[in-house]
């Protein structure tokens, strides 16, 4: 009997599991100047343009190689409209909050990590975020874009 149990749980993941996975995230590195990444991920993503569902928060966790030294990181997020870079505020901008122990060291490897709420009173649009982590001299250790859609629900 639990055998058989077991056998229609496995098969029933199996089923469910093929519409749960997310697409891997597409972003376009748009100018690492101090820094490479490694990996990109904002959660729950699971298509593009990524679906932001106004009152509802998402975490960034971004992994970067720095290739100089820093005491401080901020972080900047743009929406691009029209090619237009519309500021954009975030609850947390020090990079040294975020997942990161400040100094950082050149070919060291961090894990940049935050949350992105979006807010109900955001319009209902397709536009691309832009997000980079400054250092000391407002060089980015990472730069990337990815195609949004906030909505509704």
């Not at 699971?46 to 975490?59: A, F, R």
Request: proline letters at 9%; hydrophobic letters at 40%.
């Amino acid at each position: 009997m639990a055998l058989t149990l077991l056998a229609v749980l496995v098969a029933v993941a199996a089923c469910a599991l093929p519409g749960a996975i997310a697409e891997p995230l597409v972003y376009k590195d748009c100018g690492c100047v101090k820094g490479t990444l490694v990996t990109v991920d904002v959660s729950p993503c699971p298509k593009q343009p990524c679906p932001l569902v106004k009152g509802e928060t998402y975490t960034v966790n971004v992994t970067f190689t720095s290739k100089e030294d820093s005491t401080n990181l901020t972080a900047v997020v743009y929406g691009i409209l029209l090619k237009v870079p519309v500021p954009f505020q975030i609850p947390e901008p020090d990079g040294c909050k975020s997942g990161i122990s400040c100094p950082i060291k050149s070919g060291q490897t961090y894990t940049y990590l935050t949350k992105l709420p979006i807010k109900k009173s955001y319009p209902s649009l397709k536009l691309v975020v832009r997000w980079m982590l400054q250092d000391d001299n407002n060089q980015s250790l990472f730069c990337w874009d990815i195609p949004v859609q906030i909505t509704d629900g």
